[in-house]
């Protein structure tokens, strides 16, 4: 059988070899035909990208200067994948050999190893197992190989780091790699970094339009711009606010703002199935070490918008250097913006994750020594006026936090300290804010004596203002504590406000009362520079009120009491007299004190008495017909007080040069600057001034022939010092 078998498989060998054989030649065996590939095409849908036309431009930009690696930069949330995957769809016809796109996980915690991307990226390009095997070294060097001459774009999306990204860089002179991160990944070969703020208000509202329908939005406009500013111009925010809105037929942009208004649960609202702006930001602090994080915490709720390295380092409780290397990091990481060298920020809602960071992982005392070390820190930089100009915005902002959280001592000797430096002709404005703040501290407290002084100043600033109802209201509170108080200095000076205050509202015999109380009150306690400003009030009340024989007395009285150290103070009696000198019919005595009244503004440079120098002159020159110097010192008078932000004297200014007008006969001219005037005084919620104007409006429209001015008609007077 063994011996049968053999013959037979000889035999069947020998007839397959001559089966092999054509005309005595050998041929050759078939080669396995090389398996075609198709180019990959791994582009995501492209998003509909709004607002972001000049960074589109600006990779462009950069293409066409043959960069060959271009990383988009920026925080989270703030569209960066979209924006790379919006220019990879515009450009995908310029690389026809394929596009790869590969999500890196670098905001995860376990982002995807670069050997497992080329194994993937050589498998769509057509490798053989074989050549998908080897060490990261030896696959980026095939991967390398395979791309050198081919027309290739690559999107590396959220990459961790630059190691991560290396190895995945096609360097072929055709290719193109786009790399998204939310670090700044600054050092690949020969690439160039672009990144990404926030959306400025008209894209981010153009943005939120598309989301949602025109119809809505132009339907509630103010409710769309409030959403714009509460997402923060973040593009996720407002893809989330957009999206809750469109599955919400019936609700409108207000509604939803007003949801979100409430800082405490912004973050919370600002969620959508499982996309929300936390998540995006807790994913990125978790990235940080211990340090990085206390001073995010710490730093990043930071009660102003903008703060610099020595503000951050008290409230860290840290070494300066320390914090700076800190925040330097969390400015790679997109944790904070520094847009300066000096100065960092937060944008609104990283701001409110910060905080929500400090409560969670912060002890209350803890928070209370990081505010106290800022307010006390800022109490002694502001020692020096370049430190309050510095830190003016800062100083309100630490002040509200400190009444907030009870550290009503801290917040008052912070008052105390910036106080005095308000020297400012427009600083009014600022000083209300402090002491509104003062004032809430003070009533938490129960401290009657600091609250009485606190509402005076609040009043008073009212009053520069030209706020006359919130003026009115408040001095009638102070008088009310300081009744209550039983000081008699105190009520003295609470008393001579609400006289001011009722003297603006247009009740002069109330107002009279109330002064000459006032006055009665300080000549009890000898206080005789008080006395001069009271006699400086009510010699105004009786000028207005066209008495020149109760308002000389009164301020040649105060005149005698002048001390020989020239002031502001001598100023105003000296325009007081000589408004009162105008009345009366004397008036070369009128234009002499005035020209006293303008050498003090002169040398002490005070440009509040200036405006009203002005005014006063002007008045002067237009009862002598000279209406060409009258409007020029009324121009001159308006320029200052719009400067300042003194309403009152701004509405004045405009009374006055419609009134100049009006004398010229220059109908047109008139009515814009009394309608001006008025628009100014309903704006102040000052009726009794607007109701003055709007007579003198009148009066315009019913009779064109005008042809003088009347001081008692139209020159409110001269006020009392600021």
Same mark, same amino acid.
């Given at each position: 059988?063994?011996?049968?078998?053999?013959?037979?498989?000889?035999?069947?060998?020998?007839?397959?070899?001559?089966?092999?054989?054509?005309?005595?030649?050998?041929?050759?065996?078939?080669?396995?035909?090389?398996?075609?590939?198709?180019?990959?095409?791994?582009?995501?849908?492209?998003?509909?990208?709004?607002?972001?036309?000049?960074?589109?431009?600006?990779?462009?930009?950069?293409?066409?200067?043959?960069?060959?690696?271009?990383?988009?930069?920026?925080?989270?949330?703030?569209?960066?994948?979209?924006?790379?995957?919006?220019?990879?769809?515009?450009?995908?016809?310029?690389?026809?050999?394929?596009?790869?796109?590969?999500?890196?996980?670098?905001?995860?915690?376990?982002?995807?190893?670069?050997?497992?991307?080329?194994?993937?990226?050589?498998?769509?390009?057509?490798?053989?197992?074989?050549?998908?095997?080897?060490?990261?070294?030896?696959?980026?060097?095939?991967?390398?190989?395979?791309?050198?001459?081919?027309?290739?774009?690559?999107?590396?999306?959220?990459?961790?780091?630059?190691?991560?990204?290396?190895?995945?860089?096609?360097?072929?002179?055709?290719?193109?790699?786009?790399?998204?991160?939310?670090?700044?990944?600054?050092?690949?070969?020969?690439?160039?970094?672009?990144?990404?703020?926030?959306?400025?208000?008209?894209?981010?509202?153009?943005?939120?339009?598309?989301?949602?329908?025109?119809?809505?939005?132009?339907?509630?406009?103010?409710?769309?711009?409030?959403?714009?500013?509460?997402?923060?111009?973040?593009?996720?925010?407002?893809?989330?606010?957009?999206?809750?809105?469109?599955?919400?037929?019936?609700?409108?942009?207000?509604?939803?703002?007003?949801?979100?208004?409430?800082?405490?649960?912004?973050?919370?609202?600002?969620?959508?199935?499982?996309?929300?702006?936390?998540?995006?930001?807790?994913?990125?602090?978790?990235?940080?070490?211990?340090?990085?994080?206390?001073?995010?915490?710490?730093?990043?709720?930071?009660?102003?918008?903008?703060?610099?390295?020595?503000?951050?380092?008290?409230?860290?409780?840290?070494?300066?250097?320390?914090?700076?290397?800190?925040?330097?990091?969390?400015?790679?990481?997109?944790?904070?913006?520094?847009?300066?060298?000096?100065?960092?920020?937060?944008?609104?809602?990283?701001?409110?994750?910060?905080?929500?960071?400090?409560?969670?992982?912060?002890?209350?005392?803890?928070?209370?020594?990081?505010?106290?070390?800022?307010?006390?820190?800022?109490?002694?930089? =502001?020692?020096?006026?370049? $430190? +309050?100009?510095? @830190?003016?915005?800062?100083? &309100? !902002?630490?002040? /509200?936090? %400190? *009444? #907030?959280?009870?550290?009503?001592?801290?917040?008052?000797?912070?008052?105390?300290?910036?106080?005095?430096?308000?020297?400012?002709?427009?600083?009014?404005?600022?000083?209300?804010?402090?002491?509104?703040?003062?004032?809430?501290?003070?009533?938490?407290?129960?401290?009657?004596?600091?609250?009485?002084?606190?509402?005076?100043? =609040?009043?008073?600033?009212? $009053? +520069?203002?030209? @706020?006359?109802?919130?003026? &009115? !209201?408040?001095? /009638?509170? %102070? *008088? #009310?504590?300081?009744?209550?108080?039983?000081?008699?200095?105190?009520?003295?000076?609470?008393?001579?406000?609400?006289?001011?205050?009722?003297?603006?509202?247009?009740?002069?015999?109330?107002?009279?009362?109330?002064?000459?109380?006032?006055?009665?009150?300080?000549?009890?306690?000898?206080?005789?520079?008080?006395?001069?400003? =009271?006699?400086?009030?009510? $010699?105004?009340?009786?000028?207005?009120?066209?008495?020149?024989?109760?308002?000389?007395?009164?301020?040649?009285?105060?005149?005698?009491?002048?001390?020989?150290?020239?002031?502001?103070?001598?100023?105003?009696?000296?325009?007081?007299?000589?408004?009162?000198?105008?009345?009366?019919?004397?008036?070369?005595?009128?234009?002499?004190?005035?020209?006293?009244?303008?050498?003090?503004?002169?040398?002490?440079?005070?440009?509040?008495?200036?405006?009203?120098?002005?005014?006063?002159?002007?008045?002067?020159?237009?009862?002598?017909?000279?209406?060409?110097?009258?409007?020029?010192?009324?121009?001159?008078?308006?320029?200052?007080?719009?400067?300042?932000?003194?309403?009152?004297?701004?509405?004045?200014?405009?009374?006055?040069?419609?009134?100049?007008?009006?004398?010229?006969?220059?109908?047109?001219?008139?009515?814009?600057?009394?309608?001006?005037?008025?628009?100014?005084?309903?704006?102040?919620?000052?009726?009794?001034?607007?109701?003055?104007?709007?007579?003198?409006?009148?009066?315009?429209?019913?009779?064109?022939?005008?042809?003088?001015?009347?001081?008692?008609?139209?020159?409110?007077?001269?006020?009392?010092?600021?």
């Amino acid at each position: 059988m063994i011996a049968a078998l053999t013959v037979v498989g000889i035999g069947l060998a020998l007839w397959q070899h001559r089966l092999g054989q054509t005309n005595g030649s050998p041929v050759a065996p078939a080669s396995r035909p090389a398996e075609t590939v198709a180019p990959p095409g791994e582009l995501p849908v492209a998003p509909r990208l709004i607002g972001r036309e000049a960074e589109l431009a600006a990779v462009a930009e950069l293409v066409a200067q043959r960069v060959p690696v271009v990383v988009i930069s920026a925080a989270a949330g703030t569209g960066k994948s979209a924006l790379a995957v919006s220019y990879a769809h515009r450009v995908r016809e310029r690389f026809p050999d394929g596009q790869l796109y590969v999500t890196l996980g670098g905001s995860g915690p376990l982002p995807v190893g670069a050997r497992d991307v080329l194994i993937r990226f050589l498998r769509a390009l057509g490798g053989e197992v074989e050549e998908r095997r080897g060490t990261l070294d030896e696959l980026s060097a095939r991967f390398r190989s395979v791309v050198a001459d081919l027309r290739l774009l690559l999107v590396l999306d959220d990459a961790h780091e630059a190691a991560q990204v290396r190895p995945l860089i096609a360097a072929g002179a055709g290719c193109l790699t786009i790399v998204t991160s939310r670090r700044l990944i600054g050092d690949l070969p020969g690439s160039a970094v672009l990144t990404l703020d926030a959306l400025l208000p008209g894209p981010a509202l153009e943005l939120l339009t598309a989301t949602v329908g025109a119809d809505r939005i132009t339907a509630d406009s103010s409710g769309a711009r409030r959403l714009v500013e509460v997402c923060a111009g973040l593009p996720l925010a407002l893809h989330i606010v957009g999206s809750r809105l469109r599955a919400r037929p019936g609700w409108t942009p207000s509604a939803l703002a007003d949801q979100l208004t409430d800082e405490s649960r912004r973050l919370d609202e600002l969620r959508l199935a499982d996309r929300t702006v936390r998540s995006a930001f807790q994913s990125a602090y978790e990235e940080l070490n211990d340090l990085d994080r206390l001073v995010f915490r710490r730093a990043g709720s930071h009660p102003g918008v903008f703060f610099g390295i020595e503000s951050a380092a008290h409230r860290c409780g840290l070494d300066v250097s320390v914090v700076r290397d800190s925040l330097d990091r969390l400015v790679d990481a997109f944790l904070v913006e520094a847009p300066t060298p000096s100065s960092y920020r937060l944008h609104d809602l990283l701001r409110l994750f910060a905080g929500e960071m400090a409560e969670r992982q912060e002890t209350p005392g803890d928070r209370a020594a990081c505010l106290i070390r800022q307010v006390d820190w800022l109490r002694g930089r =502001v020692g020096s006026g370049e $430190g +309050l100009v510095v @830190e003016r915005d800062n100083v &309100l !902002a630490a002040l /509200r936090a %400190a *009444v #907030a959280a009870g550290l009503t001592e801290q917040a008052w000797a912070l008052v105390e300290a910036v106080h005095p430096l308000l020297t400012a002709p427009d600083d009014h404005s600022y000083r209300l804010h402090l002491w509104r703040s003062a004032e809430q501290a003070a009533a938490a407290t129960g401290n009657d004596r600091r609250r009485v002084r606190a509402l005076r100043w =609040v009043s008073h600033s009212y $009053g +520069l203002s030209g @706020e006359v109802e919130p003026e &009115l !209201a408040t001095a /009638r509170e %102070a *008088v #009310a504590v300081a009744e209550r108080l039983g000081d008699n200095r105190e009520l003295a000076q609470t008393v001579r406000r609400l006289g001011e205050a009722l003297r603006a509202n247009g009740r002069p015999d109330e107002a009279e009362t109330s002064l000459l109380r006032a006055l009665r009150l300080f000549q009890r306690s000898h206080e005789v520079e008080e006395e001069i400003e =009271v006699r400086s009030a009510l $010699g105004i009340l009786y000028n207005t009120l066209g008495r020149p024989e109760r308002s000389i007395p009164v301020l040649k009285r105060a005149a005698a009491l002048l001390t020989a150290e020239e002031s502001a103070q001598h100023g105003y009696v000296f325009l007081g007299l000589a408004a009162g000198h105008k009345i009366a019919g004397r008036r070369a005595e009128a234009v002499a004190l005035t020209r006293r009244a303008f050498a003090v503004a002169d040398r002490l440079d005070d440009e509040f008495l200036r405006g009203y120098c002005f005014q006063e002159r002007g008045w002067l020159a237009a009862e002598d017909g000279r209406h060409q110097d009258a409007e020029q010192d009324f121009r001159a008078m308006l320029e200052i007080f719009t400067r300042i932000r003194h309403g009152a004297g701004a509405g004045g200014a405009h009374h006055a040069l419609g009134a100049v007008a009006a004398a010229q006969g220059r109908q047109e001219h008139a009515s814009t600057a009394y309608r001006a005037a008025i628009a100014l005084y309903e704006r102040l919620g000052n009726v009794e001034l607007a109701n003055r104007v709007r007579s003198s409006l009148v009066a315009l429209t019913s009779s064109a022939d005008g042809d003088h001015v009347r001081a008692g008609e139209t020159d409110p007077g001269t006020p009392g010092p600021p």
